[in-house]
């Protein structure tokens, strides 16, 4: 494996695929991972997952040699470019990577490097799980009613990044096309426009709908509600629906049931053992979350409904802070947290590691490490309850202590080893 800048370590095997067919991974006890910490608080929350990481590993009986890569402000240093060749062939060679946020500025300046790296390397599926921890403070009154799951479609819709710039001879011709070829006149106002354009696949949705129903069966969830806005959106997020229960009709047998059938056929009367598909309207889906949690548990949906309903989900567990995800492709998985660089607060040892240790955690998932996993959830939920967290929990918390992000860690470190 050849790289410009960036230096395999000696020590450690990559992860390789074993069965093509089956996209069946080969996990050594000693990987090497890549792990991109990010631009803004990726600087703090970046080492902190590390450490707490390689002593889950360690504690486990396995070892991880991490291989640094760059991209955004520190891709910019060392290469002088946001998006290396090295960061993406290395995150494509060694299969399991972590990475902290990457900035990415609004209206001007390059395209988001997040969106670039899972389109380029067709990580397809963002999956953020939202569950309470004991001891996180929280604005609703049942907090651990939410456990959640949202598998959001990771490289269409309109993150696609299909878009003109207003006063362009691009956006200009686009327009023309729309409404002269495609009869749409009298749809834009006049004067400056912007377009975008919202692809929706059936290969798009398809595998997307796939992996949500897998996932639940293996979890022995209840349901998984397809959300979309199809009432409006007819053939982008409506089709998005149909693909969706054609998924769940015809490749999963008796294993599934849609919720029409289940009306029609037993007067919604749920049988044991089975998965019911249904689906809602993203603005409804919104308030459901809020107002009947307990109803509902994975959630596949296409990429900017994702993004909305996967935060709203995270404020209800106590914040970006907490909220881990991870992005998965065929034989591939990125763990990366939801929330985003924070600038304002960025190397000040300060903010929550928390949504990147339990993106760790995913991570860890992947690979089949689960007692490891499961020492990462408990360390940290032990340190919350035991009222040792940053400044985001302590604001909602009486007598809790505040700890800065490298404190925090070392706190959930203690915490492995007394429980390994
Ligand atoms: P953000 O970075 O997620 O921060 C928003 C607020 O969330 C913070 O001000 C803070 O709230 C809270 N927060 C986020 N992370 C936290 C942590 N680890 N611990 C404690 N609190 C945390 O969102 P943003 O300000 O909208 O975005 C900043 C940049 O990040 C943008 O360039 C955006 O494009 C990018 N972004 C990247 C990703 C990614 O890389 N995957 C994802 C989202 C956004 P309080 O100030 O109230 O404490």
Not at 50 to 66: F, H, K, P
Not at 118 to 140: C, I, K, M, W
Not at 307 to 331: E, M, R, V
Request: some cysteine.
């Amino acid at each position: 494996m050849e790289y410009d800048k960036i230096e395999v370590p000696d020590e450690g095997e990559p992860i390789e695929v074993v069965d093509e067919e089956r996209i069946e991974l080969d996990i050594p006890d000693h990987p090497i991972i890549p792990i991109l910490h990010g631009d803004g608080i990726g600087v703090d929350v970046g080492p902190a997952a590390q450490t707490v990481l390689e002593t889950a590993a360690r504690a486990t009986g396995r070892d991880i040699s991490w291989l640094r890569v760059y991209a955004g402000e520190s891709g910019r240093e060392k290469y002088d470019e946001n998006l290396p060749e090295d960061t993406v062939k290395a995150i494509k060679e060694f299969r399991v990577a972590i990475k902290g946020p990457l900035t990415t500025p609004v209206g001007s300046g390059y395209r988001s490097l997040n969106v670039a790296l899972r389109q380029r390397l067709d990580f397809y599926a963002n999956v953020r799980p939202t569950y309470h921890l004991e001891g996180v403070p929280s604005p609703v009154s049942k907090p651990e009613e939410m456990d959640m799951v949202t598998f959001r479609e990771n490289t269409e819709d309109l993150y696609a990044g299909i878009e003109w710039e207003e006063g362009t001879d691009e956006v200009e011709q686009v327009r023309e096309f729309v409404e002269d070829e495609m009869g749409f006149d009298d749809t834009f106002h006049e004067g400056p426009v912007g377009i975008g354009v919202k692809p929706i696949s059936e290969k798009g949705t398809k595998r997307l709908v796939r992996r949500a129903i897998d996932y639940a069966l293996e979890h022995d969830r209840d349901s998984v509600t397809l959300v979309h806005k199809g009432n409006i959106m007819k053939f982008t997020e409506g089709q998005f629906r149909d693909w969706g229960y054609e998924v769940a009709r015809e490749e999963y047998g008796d294993e599934v049931i849609t919720e029409d059938t289940l009306w029609e056929e037993r007067d919604g009367e749920t049988p044991e053992d089975v998965l019911v598909v249904n689906d809602r309207i993203a603005d409804n889906m919104l308030q459901q979350v809020l107002t009947r949690t307990t109803q509902y548990d994975v959630l596949a949906t296409m990429n900017l409904n994702g993004d909305y309903i996967s935060d709203a989900c995270g404020a209800q567990i106590g914040g970006l802070g907490i909220a881990p995800g991870a992005n998965f492709g065929d034989a591939r998985c990125l763990a990366e947290p939801v929330h985003g660089s924070a600038p304002k607060y960025a190397g000040q040892d300060k903010v929550n590691p928390t949504a990147m240790i339990l993106s760790g955690e995913m991570m860890f998932d992947y690979l089949g490490w689960t007692d490891a996993a499961n020492l990462v959830r408990d360390a940290v939920e032990a340190t919350i309850a035991a009222g040792e967290v940053t400044y985001d929990l302590e604001r909602n918390l009486e007598d809790a202590e505040k700890l800065g992000t490298s404190e925090f860690a070392d706190a959930v470190v203690g915490r492995i080893e007394q429980l390994a």
